[in-house]
């Protein structure tokens, strides 16, 4: 079945020690999303690759940072992580033709910063 | 710029009633309209979407919401709560404008209980 797959699904890390997150597409998007989703909140929009075209949220912290070094792989790396930074992290992907197609979810990655 | 608002962050209901979560978006062109459920510790499934082909629209797991522009509204509705319903839903909103390329802006979620 195409899916999206996110890897690992539970990460934990310490304070201020860079951390990689993956997701990646069977689908064979165009686009590919990160969504930053703290406990009990709504999912935010961190960023965005449309094909390689990188689009940043203006408000998204200069610590998160994105690859996609393939129509398949999109990477979220975190810097220097800090308690804040906790949260599920989602991946998602859509064609983009069309505004009206949905975006299909992984199942997230669970970052935990110590 | 477009906002999503969810009235109610928790509803309760018993098995076999009906389901109501209530959605309003803030746009001057009506937006797309999408319901997602997320179940714990999961990514989030879309329920149903609204894309101006139909205003009432039906989605999985017998859900449906209608579109009402006057009301700028995007109600999810189900006529008989399952126990397996229990979970926390989504309405997002999407521009028409943009190519499909931009994010979802969600509302801040409604934590559905059912009760037995």
């Known amino acids: 079945d195409a899916m999206v797959i996110q890897n690992p699904r539970y990460q934990v890390t310490q304070f201020g020690k860079p951390v990689t997150l993956s997701c990646s597409q069977t689908l064979n998007h165009n686009v590919m999303y990160w969504y930053q989703q703290k406990s009990s909140q709504a999912p935010k929009l961190l960023f965005h690759y449309y094909d390689k075209d990188f689009n940043n949220e203006a408000d998204t912290p200069d610590n998160f940072q994105s690859r996609r070094p393939n129509t398949s792989f999109c990477f979220l790396d975190i810097r220097s992580p800090g308690l804040g930074d906790a949260a599920m992290y989602l991946c998602?992907?859509?064609?983009?033709?069309?505004?009206?197609?949905?975006?299909?979810f992984g199942p997230g990655t669970r970052l935990t910063v110590l | 710029a477009q906002s999503v608002t969810q009235l109610g962050s928790h509803v309760s209901v018993s098995e076999g009633a009906l389901v109501l979560l209530r959605c309003n978006y803030s746009?001057?062109?009506?937006?797309?309209l999408f319901w997602y459920v997320q179940y714990p510790n999961q990514g989030l499934q879309l329920l149903l979407k609204?894309?101006?082909?139909?205003?009432l629209v039906k989605g999985i797991n017998g859900f449906e919401a209608e579109f009402k522009k006057s009301e700028t509204s995007f109600h999810l509705t189900k006529p008989s709560a399952h126990m397996s319903d229990a979970a926390e839903y989504f309405c997002?909103?999407?521009?028409?404008?943009?190519?499909?390329?931009?994010?979802?802006?969600f509302g801040k979620g409604t934590h559905l209980i059912i009760q037995p």
């Open positions: 997002a909103v999407r521009p028409v404008t943009g190519g499909g390329a931009d994010g979802l802006t």
């Open positions: 609204y894309t101006s082909a139909a205003t």
């Open positions: 998602a992907t859509s064609s983009r033709r069309g505004a009206y197609n949905e975006q299909f």
């Open positions: 746009s001057s062109v009506p937006p797309y």
